[in-house]
């Protein structure tokens, strides 16, 4: 499986995921420029983590309108599977490609910290190494993670299992204290109805070796790369 | 046209000033001036230092780069090196703590990444008053507010450091930044200005009035129709040092250029000085064509502009288009403003008149060196005088208050506010007795600390800087790294005050003891003197960043403990031994006695049975013993595993129990190790000659321990979790 990792000004998680898929998973990756228009025939394109444009406007707000978006939209369109991470996963809600919005976390700080996520649709093309009900322990690191969207919205996303990750306590209980930036339904990952592209605040490429604390992220790309 | 009133804005003495006649061969004019004083400045030329910082030993066999540079460097093999450096941002956090803190991040970055490094950790020493005052917190705030935002936005982890609290530093905090970044050995870069004819080209943001010091903006012969006043503190922009690092980055990769220097402080008078200052040539620029982002700007205000984000590069002449064309890829400006020229003048010219005509050597080699009188201060004889309060009655209590000490209690709410895994190298995340970053590729891994005892340099100057040495050292000694390189930031007051030169004298001939004890080079650092506010100084505060090697990131340990029934073994001795120490400060509000003694040889033996334990895999946890003692560093070892463990600790020693608990006898590591390990461990260290005894196991839900059978201490493991964990919080969420 061919990878490609988005550079836009101000990614800062470029090179991590890029590492992981290289070397972690010996999978062909390349870098794709922003300013290109030309995807280089991969077969998944990632939108790393950072602060595109410095996000001095909305997150992920400036990102979108960089000239490589229109193909990675045509790609999302086509059925080419999108994985946006933090950063990234703001850019696609800003492309509309997710439906809602990220808000400031609700204690107002960055928050960098291990999480616990609950696989709730292992049924995608990016979780299928997982189980139903299955805890993760993957970092987030972010000021503007507090996901939001109107009532009905998250009503049609929970019937159509669109709800990919949830933040748990590390027995699985959604609770308050454990969605640690206020998201609505503690949604911390969210995959569009066709299933092809999926949106995560956490960071996999963090949580891909044993070394660095945890290995449950790279279930994520492993699920990806499986026959 | 110059009169007293003017030299003393520009903070230049008479004599001063008539040096500069006679090297310039004339009168300098404003901006001449104005290019001396921040080149003179104590901040530039270490002018009341250099003398004392020349008796730190610098040299070392893996040494590339000593002081002198933007940055030192340390071979590391493998064909890398390690570029580090530390720097101050005291005095603009305090008065503007966020933008501040952040730039503080921003100019580190720069002096890391000028030299062909990618910067791969930050850490920070921060300093504040205490937390019941709300301007306090509020500059604690903000300073953290500004770190995260600068770090976390540039991708650069933040991996540790310390932060601290004492009444001295109410009105001056203390902003210390260190930042690390690797590099190819054979892609190091300097600042050089070689090659007569070569474009000098600036790069990164306009430049504009902020940064230019305050003093000298009521002068009346310029700036009547500019604002009079500006912030002296500049404003922080991440996003675009974050492509200026990308783009010097390539064009150094491939190397186009021949030298580069960053505009931090003193800015482009700096750059433009120092370059050719090192090469033996000189520069001549023209400031019509420097990017501005303000109208009529005079060229002392352009020459002495601080505005961030702002680079000097040379380049070879044939790969000028080459190096704007990767510049424009991050959408960023390379402009030619000037050439290297042979004579060794800096030249500069403004609407087509020649405004600067000076030698660099003077303006860069030639400040006077100042040796300033010391005098042994008078409080020192009645702050090492300690009467010993009477014991405590529930030491088990006391225990619970020293660990909710600010200085003590869990960080987590400042460090969950960095970004401290982006890169992907953090092993051990912060809390831990040192930083560890695996470097990508190889077996080692590079530790990192920043520390310094402030308390027991001001009861003690000389052994609190042996001490600052040696517990940085034993931080990494604690991961299992050998130290490999010093650098340091000195905070002090006013040098002018003999007392204040006294302890720096001291704290430096404290530090040059332990280091060659160590056999480890000092390769740079930063001397921030004036930190006194209304008259008071703080307390002498050497931060020591050191930078330590370990040889298999497998065998990697934390401080907590790992197993229920492993023993626990104390390395090093416990004496009688109370003054300076947290438990003094935090229980009976007492700032006083002796600090601990300590022998370096003894310090470096423990230090290096710990090193090689880890290295042998014989332990499972080692946490060094420093501020709060025993009691506090065996129920941090109980909370700081990945779950809670309890301990049993049955001691012996016939000191007073608040002393044998709280006291900070210094040489001590407290180890577990399974039982299948303890004989190896403890013949390792009976054949370095160094003390080691089990003094209890690890298990259950409780921390006891026992003085000669006698529980002195006995509580649940998660009581003094919560109360380490909540203090923070707590103390900052006041209204």
């Known amino acids: 499986m061919k990878f490609g990792v988005v550079i836009f000004p101000g990614s800062n998680c470029d090179y991590d995921t890029f590492f ?113 009900g299955q805890i993760l322990r993957i970092p987030i690191a972010h000021f503007d993670g507090h996901y939001f969207s109107p009532p009905e919205t998250l009503r049609d996303l929970e019937e159509h299992g669109q709800v990919v990750f949830r933040y748990v306590d590390e027995k699985g209980k959604p609770t308050e204290a454990a969605n640690v930036n206020g998201s609505a339904a503690g949604i911390a990952g969210l995959i569009n109805r066709r299933g092809n592209v999926l949106g995560m605040m956490p960071h996999p490429e963090r949580a891909s070796e044993a070394l660095l604390g945890s290995e449950d992220g790279r279930l994520i790309f492993e699920s990806l790369v499986q026959p | ?358 030698p660099v050597d003077a303006v860069v080699n030639l400040c006077p060196v100042y040796r300033r009188p010391s005098r042994k201060p008078a409080y020192l004889q009645a702050v090492q005088k300690l009467d010993l309060p009477p014991l405590a009655g529930d030491l088990g209590a006391a225990l619970l208050k020293v660990i909710a000490s600010p200085i003590i209690a869990d960080k987590e709410w400042v460090f969950r506010q960095y970004d401290h895994m982006v890169q992907t190298n953090t092993a051990l995340l912060p809390g831990a007795d040192a930083a560890v970053l695996r470097v990508k590729g190889q077996k080692r891994a590079l530790a990192m600390t920043l520390d310094g005892n402030a308390l027991y340099c001001y009861l003690d100057p000389r052994t609190g800087g042996a001490i600052a040495v040696a517990e940085a050292c034993r931080n990494l000694a604690c991961v299992g790294a050998r130290p490999i390189g010093v650098t ?59 930078v330590g090697l370990i040889g298999d990131v497998d065998r990697l340990i934390g401080p907590g403990f790992k197993e229920e029934g492993d023993a626990v073994v104390l390395l090093g001795e416990n004496r009688d031994e109370l003054g300076g120490s947290e438990y003094l400060r935090a229980i009976h509000g007492l700032e006083k006695g002796r600090p601990p003694g300590i022998d370096l040889e003894r310090e470096k033996a423990v230090q290096e049975v710990c090193i090689q334990a880890i290295a042998s895999g014989l332990v499972r946890s080692a946490h060094d013993i420093s501020e709060g003692g025993l009691a506090v560093c065996a129920a941090e070892s109980c909370i700081l595993g990945r779950t809670e463990i309890g301990c049993v600790l049955d001691l012996e020693d016939k000191a007073r129990p608040d002393a044998l608990l709280f006291g900070e006898a210094q040489s001590r590591i407290l180890i577990s190790a399974s039982g299948t390990h303890l004989s190896k461990l403890l013949d390792l260290a009976a054949e370095k000659g160094v003390p080691a005894k089990v003094i209890g196991r690890a298990g259950g839900k409780e921390l006891v321990i026992r003085q000669s059978g006698r529980d002195v201490v006995r509580l649940p493991v998660h009581r003094l979790f919560l109360a380490w964990k909540n203090a923070l919080p707590e103390a900052l969420s006041v209204r």
């Open chain 2, 1 to 358: 046209m110059i009169d007293p009133k003017l030299l003393a804005d520009h903070n230049l003495t008479l004599e001063e000033y008539k040096r500069i006649v006679s090297l310039v061969g004339r009168e300098p004019n404003i901006t001449e001036l104005g290019i001396f004083s921040l080149m003179w400045s104590e901040h530039c030329s270490y002018k009341s230092s250099r003398a004392f910082l020349k008796k730190l030993p610098t040299k070392g066999k893996h040494v590339i780069q000593g002081p002198g540079e933007n940055a030192g460097i340390i071979d590391i093999g493998g064909g890398l090196a390690v570029v580090f450096k530390i720097e101050s941002h005291n005095h603009p956090s305090f008065i503007e703590p966020f933008q501040g803190a952040a730039t503080g991040v921003g100019g580190i970055l720069r002096d890391i990444f000028t030299m062909g490094a990618r910067p791969i950790a930050l850490l920070d020493s921060l300093r504040f008053g205490p937390l019941d005052n709300p301007r306090n917190r509020a500059i604690m705030d903000g300073v953290v507010a500004g770190i995260s935002s600068y770090g976390n936005s540039i991708g650069v982890p933040t991996v540790g450091g310390e932060v601290y609290f004492d009444d001295c530093y109410s009105k001056n905090p203390l902003v210390n930044v260190f930042c690390l970044g690797l590099v190819e050995k054979d892609k190091i870069f300097y600042a050089k200005a070689e090659g007569v004819g070569n474009p000098v080209l600036y790069v990164g943001s306009k430049t504009g009035r902020d940064g230019i010091h305050g003093a000298t903006m009521a002068s009346a012969e310029f700036g009547k129709e500019t604002e009079q006043k500006r912030p002296n503190v500049q404003v922080g922009d991440p996003f675009k040092e974050k492509l200026l690092l990308e783009a010097c980055l390539e064009v150094m990769d491939k190397g186009l250029i021949v030298g580069i220097q960053d505009m931090g402080a003193a800015g482009l008078t700096c750059s433009t000085a120092e370059m050719p200052a090192k090469s033996g040539t000189g520069i001549s620029i023209n400031l019509d064509l420097v990017p501005q982002r303000e109208e009529g700007m005079t060229p002392y205000e352009i020459m002495l502009s601080e505005s961030q984000e702002r680079m000097l590069l040379v380049a070879k002449k044939e790969n000028v288009t080459e190096v704007q064309k990767i510049f424009a890829k991050w959408d960023l400006d390379a402009v030619d403003i000037g050439e290297v020229t042979a004579g060794r003048n800096l030249r500069v010219s403004f609407c087509g008149e020649t405004v600067v005509d000076v």
């Open chain 2, 488 to 546: 340091n930031c000195l905070n002090f007051g006013n040098p002018e005050k003999p007392e204040i030169m006294w302890q720096f004298k001291k704290v430096i001939e404290g530090m040059t003891e332990a280091c060659r004890i160590f056999e480890i080079p000092v390769t740079g650092g930063n001397v921030s003197f004036y930190n006194d506010t209304e008259g008071l100084s703080i307390h002498p505060t050497p931060v020591l960043g050191i």
């Open chain 1, 20 to 132: 992981v898929l290289k070397n972690g998973l010996r999978q062909e990756t390349v870098f794709l420029w922003h300013k290109d228009h030309d995807l280089r025939g991969v077969d998944c394109v990632v939108l790393p983590g950072g602060f595109s444009y410095g996000d001095y406007l909305r997150s992920g707000a400036i990102a979108r309108f960089s000239p490589l978006m229109q193909e990675v939209r045509e790609f999302a369109d086509r059925g080419g599977s999108v994985l946006g991470i933090c950063n990234g996963f703001q850019v696609l809600l800003e492309l509309g490609l997710l439906p809602g919005a990220m808000l400031r976390n609700k204690n107002l700080k960055f928050l960098c910290q291990y999480v616990h996520l609950r696989v709730d649709n292992p049924e995608t093309r990016f979780t299928r190494r997982t189980r139903r």
